[in-house]
């Protein structure tokens, strides 16, 4: 079993910077995945935030959050970061961490990603 364990949430004022990050561990990963970052607001469905390729070279974006949050993968590759620039109130919802074990990390559809992590809260204030 895949384990993503998620930290950084916190509360953060309007404009403000937070950075997550994500851990991966358990069984022997297939050799190529793809990681990335979706949230869910009270009272409405989770949605995509930004993915991440195997090698880090690839990246795809919310137009949501496109030019204020940048994704990226550690040295390990079995970590993964969000850095949250700018933050805005409808920023504010709890971020999970999600593994595809697929190459394919641009598709923004949960169902076809396969692990969560637990996730974390993000709260900004106006």
């Known amino acids: 079993q895949v384990r993503l364990v998620e930290s950084g949430g916190g509360l953060v004022q309007t404009g403000g910077s937070l950075r997550l990050s994500c851990a991966a561990s358990?069984?022997?990963?297939?050799?190529?995945?793809?990681m990335g970052w979706f949230r869910q607001a009270p009272g409405k469905e989770r949605e995509f935030v930004v993915s991440?390729?195997?090698?880090?070279?690839?990246?795809y974006y919310s137009d949501s959050v496109k030019g204020r949050f940048t994704i990226s993968r550690g040295n390990d590759e079995n970590t993964v970061y969000l850095q949250m620039n700018n933050v805005k109130p409808e920023d504010t919802a709890v971020y999970f961490c999600?593994?595809?074990?697929?190459?394919?990390?641009?598709?923004?559809?949960?169902?076809?990603?396969?692990?969560w992590g637990q996730g974390t809260q993000v709260t900004v204030s106006a």
């Open positions: 358990g069984r022997t990963l297939r050799s190529r995945y793809s």
């Open positions: 999600a593994l595809r074990e697929s190459v394919y990390y641009n598709d923004p559809r949960s169902q076809l990603w396969d692990y």
């Open positions: 991440i390729s195997w090698s880090g070279d690839g990246t």
